[in-house]
Nanobody, 124 residues
Framework: QVQLVESGGGSVQAGGSLRLSCTVS????????MGWVRQAPGKEREGVAV????????NYADSVKGRFTIPRDSAKNTLFLQMNNLKPEDTAMYYC?????????????????WGQGTQVTVSS
């Protein structure tokens, strides 16, 4: 059974940084798409960043390009979201997600497995 557990959320001032972690238990092929999705109150879900772990190929939403990266530690089955130069509009619940296929782009609407989410709040 696959489980995704996020950690690392919190409150930060604009311009600051946070690093989210997603620990994966159970088996997910490294050729499958994994990523981060966020949802702010009253707004639609937004894909932020995705990666194919086996190749390292990544894709980012335009809103976070140049500020966010999605490193991973394959040995520890952990995916990260490094968020720099945070803005108030980055405030949202952030979810780790994984798919059962290799179709991997930041805007993909569906994933097979989801974490419980971790809150990120950026104040101005």
């Amino acid at each position: 059974q696959v489980q995704l557990v996020e950690s690392g959320g919190g409150s930060v001032q604009a311009g600051g940084s946070l690093r989210l972690s997603c620990t994966v238990s159970g088996y997910i092929s490294s050729r499958y798409c994994m990523g981060w999705v966020r949802q702010a109150p009253g707004k639609e879900r937004e894909g932020v960043a995705v990666i194919i772990p086996s190749t390292g190929r990544t894709n980012y939403a335009d809103s976070v390009k140049g500020r966010f990266t999605i490193p991973r530690d394959s040995a520890k089955n952990t995916l990260f979201l490094q968020m720099n130069n945070l803005k108030p509009e980055d405030t949202a619940m952030y979810y780790c997600a994984a798919a059962a296929d290799g179709s991997c782009y930041a805007g993909r609407p569906d994933f097979n497995w989801w974490g419980q989410g971790t809150q990120v709040t950026v104040s101005s």
